[in-house]
Nanobody
Framework: QVHLVESGGGSVQAGGSLRLSCAVS???????AAWFRQAPGKERERVAS????????DYADSVKGRFTISQDGAKTTVYLQMNDLKPEDTGMYYC??????????????????WGQGTQVTVSS
């Protein structure tokens, strides 16, 4: 069983930055980790994913160049650095993990462990 706890959400103005953190209870060297978000009335979407063994990452087109996913050396925390935030980035952000090769890290079905979420609100 893997427990994930997110933190770092909040309210910022457009153009601002936030860094989300996800504490992982059971680190592993071969796992997909990702951040998803869900806006009111919309489906949950993958924002960014990372393969813990290689550090390889992948991003949704809507956040490329603005968001960065990373992990600490002990692989106990996954971060999402969010810069140049836009009102359309508003939503509940969830951390997720699943055991799969990097080639499957972009698929939502890969993830069987989820955190409770942290709210991000961006005002114009």
């Amino acid at each position: 069983q893997v427990h994930l706890v997110e933190s770092g959400g909040g309210s910022v103005q457009a153009g601002g930055s936030l860094r989300l953190s996800c504490a992982v209870s059971t680190p592993t060297t071969s796992r997909c980790a990702a951040w998803f978000r869900q806006a009111p009335g919309k489906e949950r979407e993958r924002v960014a994913s990372l393969y813990t063994r290689s550090g390889g990452s992948d991003y949704a087109d809507s956040v490329k160049g603005r968001f960065t996913i990373s992990q600490d050396g002990a692989k106990t925390t996954v971060y999402l650095q969010m810069n140049d935030l836009k009102p359309e980035d508003t939503g509940m952000y969830y951390c997720a993990a699943g055991t799969a090769p990097f080639s499957l890290c972009h698929q939502t079905s890969t993830y069987n462990y989820w955190g409770q979420g942290t709210q991000v609100t961006v005002s114009s």
